[in-house]
């Protein structure tokens, strides 16, 4: 008898330990309050540690056995759960594709005024608008100022970081460096992403109860 052949179905994760689903359960919980990751600093702060290293093998754990995913340091917010980072990208890819074709109004500026919520973007703002949704769309995470300014062909960092202060002062960001919150490396936030992945964080905190 011949032997068949063909694909195998693929291996399921391993469950994490004890200790590790109950750090994966703080995590989630963060997400679910925060909608956005947490650093190694938050997370140990929240299971009663004094530093990021603390946690910071069962973080890896978790990684190894698929719960997670590092893209980053202990000093980013560079933690990804699988579940989160593809329904960002969706909703990403889809707000990215709802400004194209003038679906994003663009207004320049000659008065003087102070910026206020609301305000459409200028042009060279919308650009960079564009460009976070582009990084958020791709990769299910918000980029750098280095990753803005090589994709946009954009002079510097400042010049970037002048274009996310104006977005944040327009509501259509949220600009960690400006309210002081701590891990700025990738430090964006895109409100509407930002409450969805509350949402679900939510629903994936539930299921684990």
Do not use: C
Not at 49 to 69: D, E, Q, S, W
Not at 98 to 105: D, V
Not at 156 to 173: C, E, Y
């Amino acid at each position: 008898m011949k032997k068949r052949t063909g694909g195998t179905a693929a291996a399921k994760p391993e469950a994490p330990s004890a200790s590790q689903a109950a750090l994966y359960k703080l995590i989630i919980g963060y997400f679910a309050e925060h909608g956005r990751p947490p650093t190694f600093a938050e997370i140990a702060k929240l299971d009663g540690k004094t530093v990021g290293a603390a946690v910071a093998y069962r973080i890896r754990g978790l990684n190894k056995k698929g719960l997670l995913h590092l893209h980053g340091d202990a000093r980013t917010r560079g933690i990804e759960v699988p579940r989160v980072r593809e329904t960002t990208k969706a909703l990403a890819g889809e707000m990215l594709a709802a400004t194209r074709n003038g679906g994003l109004e663009t207004r320049e500026r000659h008065n003087g005024k102070p910026v206020i919520v609301g305000e459409p973007p200028t042009a060279k703002q919308a650009r960079v608008y564009k460009l976070v949704l582009k990084v958020f769309a791709d990769n299910g995470h918000p980029p750098t100022l280095h990753e803005l300014m090589d994709l946009g062909d954009i002079s510097s960092t400042a010049v970037v970081l002048s274009h996310l202060n104006s977005l944040h002062r327009r509501g259509m960001i949220v600009l960690h460096r400006a309210l002081g919150i701590k891990g700025k490396s990738r430090g964006i936030e895109i409100p509407r992403i930002t409450e969805a992945t509350k949402a679900l964080a939510s629903k994936m905190l539930a299921e684990l109860d």
